[in-house]
């Protein structure tokens, strides 16, 4: 906890579900000395919010409408580096983890996990460590060794973040209709990021996307 003589934690919550906003917000704020001064769901109320209220923290979502929470991060750390940012998503780890560490996130957690993990996570970033678990710490050391910055050449990297994440199912071999029960989407609309995967990709049919998917799978060493 901190002190309760120190000057209040403030903390900005960025998603684009309302329900979720208002969940995050009711949990952080039954920690002592916490308080949620702004909340965003898009590129323009994610600065605005921090130009008025400049939080100390940043719970961002991965997928916001009409931009991409790795890449927002990536500005905000650039704009404002004293503001510490913890990625909480329903992403796997293993497909974005270690990108939005690498493009200035100080912590990742999972939406499915404990909700006590993203309290512990924003925990750890006030005392100016990252918030990160043993696999995350893993794969950011991975990405420094390879040199990677969060902006690969590697085809994959056309990919969107809703495009990639349906390229890992593929890869893990689960059908459209799965994927699109898993994410709350239509078929037609996992099939529309198939198709776009494949045009990116230059894959001509559905085999060959398959085959790519998991030689990808294989050689990432990506097993969940």
């Known amino acids: ?19 979720v906003r208002y969940g995050i917000s009711r949990l952080l704020e039954r920690e002592e000395n916490w308080t949620i001064v702004a909340e965003a769901w898009d590129y323009e109320t994610t600065f605005s919010g921090i130009e008025e209220h400049m939080p100390d ?8 409408n009409q931009t991409d929470g790795l890449h927002l991060t990536r500005k905000i750390r650039l704009r404002y580096p004293q503001i510490q940012v913890v990625i909480y998503t ?10 939005a560490l690498l493009l200035g996130a100080h912590g990742y957690v999972m939406k499915d996990s404990d909700p006590t993990h993203l309290i512990d996570a924003v925990h750890d970033v006030t005392k100016t460590t990252h918030g ?16 990677d910055d969060g902006y690969s050449d590697s ?11 349906v390229f890992h199912q593929l890869a893990l071999g689960l ?32 085999s060959e996307l398959l085959v790519c998917a998991s030689r990808w799978l294989s050689r990432e060493g990506r097993n969940n």
């Open 1 to 19: 906890m901190q002190d309760t003589c120190t000057e209040p934690l403030k903390i900005m919550i960025v998603d684009d579900h309302t329900v």
């Open 57 to 64: 923290v940043v719970i961002m979502d991965v997928t916001l």
């Open 90 to 99: 329903m992403h796997d780890e293993a497909v974005f983890g270690g990108k």
């Open 132 to 147: 990160l678990n043993d696999n995350m710490s893993r794969l950011l050391l991975e990405g420094l060794a390879s040199g």
């Open 155 to 165: 085809p994959i990297e056309k990919l969107s973040d809703r495009e990639r994440e």
């Open 175 to 206: 059908s459209t209709r799965q994927i699109a029960k898993k994410f709350g989407r239509s078929i037609k609309t996992i099939e529309t990021h198939r198709e776009r995967i494949k045009g990116k990709l230059d894959i001509r049919s559905a």
